[in-house]
C-alpha cells in the first residue's frame, strides 16, 4: 500500500529500538518513511498522535487544525507551547514536530477539515488520523475516506472514556454505520483530561503505524472503549450497516 | 434475570451513574430492557436514549457482552447478560 524509501544510516541511528520489533524491521521503518499521514487537528488527541508519528519516522505528516493558541488548549494540546499564545495552532505543531524530527517534512494546515479542503487533503494522504471535535468534521471525513478508499484510525473521548477504531472502507464499518445521524447533545466543548486524550492518542498512532508497516492486528470491525475512570479497556465487535448511505454500497471481502 | 447495564461517555452522564443492575423477566429481549430503562430515568437521559417517536437512537450502540447487536433484530437476553450503551463521543 505505502512506497519504501530507503533508508538513511541516520535513520538507522534514530529508528534502532523501535526497527527491532518483531514484524517491523527495516522494512516497515522504510514504509513509516514513504508515508503520508493526514491528523484533522491536533488537539488533546491529535497533539500526541502526530507526535509519536513524527517520533516513529513517518515520512509526511499533514496537520490540519485552525485557529490560535488559546490558554486552555494547554492542559492537553501538547503540540501547543506558552510562548505561542494568540498565534496559530498549526505554526506551534509546526515548530515543535520539526524540533522533535528535522528529517521528515512536516506541513502546518492552518484551518479545520472541511468541504473546501477535505478531498484534496485525504487524496494526498496514505492514512487519516480523525481526531476533530465535531461531527460534522468527522462525517466529511468519513465520507471521503470511503470514497477514496484510505484507511481511517478514528479516535474520539469524552471526559474519561474513550473510543477508537480503524476504516478500512468494505471491511470495517464506517463512521456513519456507527453513528449514521449526529447525537443532539454533542457539545464542541467537553470535559477532558490531556491524560486521557493522549492515552487513547498513543493507541491511535500505534494503529496508524501497524497498518502503514503492515504488522500486528489493528482495530478493524472492533472498537476499542477505554475508561480511565474505572481502568478498564474492552475490545468491542462493531457491526456495519448495508443500508448505509455512505460505504453500503461496497461489497465485504467473502471472508467477512 | 438480573442484567448489568454499563454505560458510556455522554449515558454516564445523563445516567448519573457510569452502571446498574436491572431485574427483568427470564428470556426478555434486550429491547425490553431499553424501555425498562427509560421509563425508570428522567427526560435527559430520555432525550439521549430515545429519538422523538421513543425508539432507540440509530446513534447509540448496544452491546451484549462484546458484541454490538443489531438493534432491529429481537435478542433475548440471558441472566447475568453485562450489555453496554455508548452515545456517539467526538472529542479530540
Given at each position: 500500500m505505502v512506497q519504501q524509501t530507503a533508508l538513511t544510516d541516520i535513520d538507522r541511528a534514530r529508528y534502532e529500538w523501535q526497527v527491532w520489533t518483531p514484524g517491523f524491521g527495516e522494512e516497515g521503518q522504510a514504509k513509516l518513511k514513504g508515508a503520508t499521514v493526514l491528523v484533522s487537528?491536533?488537539?488533546?488527541?491529535?497533539s500526541p498522535v502526530a507526535y509519536e508519528l513524527a517520533a516513529a519516522g513517518v515520512g509526511h505528516l499533514i496537520i490540519a487544525h485552525g485557529g490560535n493558541v488559546k490558554p486552555s488548549d494547554l492542559n492537553r494540546q501538547?503540540?501547543?507551547?506558552?510562548?505561542?499564545?494568540?498565534?496559530p495552532r498549526s505554526e506551534s505543531a509546526e515548530r515543535r514536530l520539526r524540533d522533535l524530527n528535522p528529517y521528515i517534512e512536516v506541513e502546518g494546515i492552518n484551518s479545520n477539515i472541511s468541504e473546501d479542503n477535505v478531498a484534496e487533503l485525504v487524496g494526498r494522504a496514505d492514512l487519516v488520523v480523525d481526531a476533530a471535535p465535531l461531527f460534522e468534521e468527522r462525517f466529511l471525513m468519513n465520507r471521503e475516506v470511503v470514497r477514496q478508499g484510505k484507511v481511517m484510525v478514528e479516535a474520539a473521548m469524552y471526559d474519561t472514556d474513550a473510543s477508537l477504531t480503524t476504516i478500512v472502507p468494505g471491511l470495517s464499518p464506517c463512521l456513519a454505520c456507527l453513528f449514521p445521524e449526529p447525537p443532539p447533545?454533542?457539545?464542541?466543548e467537553f470535559p477532558v483530561f490531556g491524560a486521557v486524550s493522549g492515552t487513547i492518542a498513543c493507541v491511535a498512532a500505534m494503529e496508524a503505524i501497524k497498518t502503514l508497516a503492515g504488522f500486528g492486528q489493528t482495530l478493524v470491525g472492533q472498537m476499542l472503549v477505554a475508561d480511565l475512570r474505572d481502568v478498564e479497556f474492552r475490545k468491542m465487535k462493531v457491526l456495519r450497516r448495508p443500508?448505509?448511505?455512505?460505504?453500503?454500497?461496497l461489497e465485504s471481502p467473502a471472508q467477512d | 434475570m438480573k442484567i448489568n447495564v454499563e454505560y458510556v461517555a455522554q449515558m454516564k452522564k445523563v445516567a448519573g451513574i457510569n452502571s446498574e443492575t436491572v431485574t427483568l423477566p427470564d428470556g426478555a429481549p434486550v429491547q425490553a430492557l431499553v424501555t425498562k430503562l427509560a421509563d425508570d430515568h428522567d427526560q435527559p437521559f430520555r432525550d439521549v436514549l430515545l429519538d422523538a417517536n421513543a425508539s432507540?437512537?440509530?446513534s447509540t450502540l448496544v452491546f451484549i457482552g462484546d458484541d454490538q447487536i443489531e438493534w432491529e433484530v429481537l435478542r433475548e437476553l440471558a441472566d447475568g447478560d453485562r450489555v453496554t450503551i455508548l452515545a456517539p463521543l467526538a472529542g479530540g
Amino acid at each position: 500500500m505505502v512506497q519504501q524509501t530507503a533508508l538513511t544510516d541516520i535513520d538507522r541511528a534514530r529508528y534502532e529500538w523501535q526497527v527491532w520489533t518483531p514484524g517491523f524491521g527495516e522494512e516497515g521503518q522504510a514504509k513509516l518513511k514513504g508515508a503520508t499521514v493526514l491528523v484533522s487537528r491536533c488537539g488533546g488527541l491529535g497533539s500526541p498522535v502526530a507526535y509519536e508519528l513524527a517520533a516513529a519516522g513517518v515520512g509526511h505528516l499533514i496537520i490540519a487544525h485552525g485557529g490560535n493558541v488559546k490558554p486552555s488548549d494547554l492542559n492537553r494540546q501538547l503540540l501547543m507551547t506558552n510562548d505561542w499564545l494568540g498565534r496559530p495552532r498549526s505554526e506551534s505543531a509546526e515548530r515543535r514536530l520539526r524540533d522533535l524530527n528535522p528529517y521528515i517534512e512536516v506541513e502546518g494546515i492552518n484551518s479545520n477539515i472541511s468541504e473546501d479542503n477535505v478531498a484534496e487533503l485525504v487524496g494526498r494522504a496514505d492514512l487519516v488520523v480523525d481526531a476533530a471535535p465535531l461531527f460534522e468534521e468527522r462525517f466529511l471525513m468519513n465520507r471521503e475516506v470511503v470514497r477514496q478508499g484510505k484507511v481511517m484510525v478514528e479516535a474520539a473521548m469524552y471526559d474519561t472514556d474513550a473510543s477508537l477504531t480503524t476504516i478500512v472502507p468494505g471491511l470495517s464499518p464506517c463512521l456513519a454505520c456507527l453513528f449514521p445521524e449526529p447525537p443532539p447533545a454533542w457539545k464542541r466543548e467537553f470535559p477532558v483530561f490531556g491524560a486521557v486524550s493522549g492515552t487513547i492518542a498513543c493507541v491511535a498512532a500505534m494503529e496508524a503505524i501497524k497498518t502503514l508497516a503492515g504488522f500486528g492486528q489493528t482495530l478493524v470491525g472492533q472498537m476499542l472503549v477505554a475508561d480511565l475512570r474505572d481502568v478498564e479497556f474492552r475490545k468491542m465487535k462493531v457491526l456495519r450497516r448495508p443500508d448505509c448511505p455512505v460505504c453500503g454500497h461496497l461489497e465485504s471481502p467473502a471472508q467477512d | 434475570m438480573k442484567i448489568n447495564v454499563e454505560y458510556v461517555a455522554q449515558m454516564k452522564k445523563v445516567a448519573g451513574i457510569n452502571s446498574e443492575t436491572v431485574t427483568l423477566p427470564d428470556g426478555a429481549p434486550v429491547q425490553a430492557l431499553v424501555t425498562k430503562l427509560a421509563d425508570d430515568h428522567d427526560q435527559p437521559f430520555r432525550d439521549v436514549l430515545l429519538d422523538a417517536n421513543a425508539s432507540l437512537r440509530k446513534s447509540t450502540l448496544v452491546f451484549i457482552g462484546d458484541d454490538q447487536i443489531e438493534w432491529e433484530v429481537l435478542r433475548e437476553l440471558a441472566d447475568g447478560d453485562r450489555v453496554t450503551i455508548l452515545a456517539p463521543l467526538a472529542g479530540g
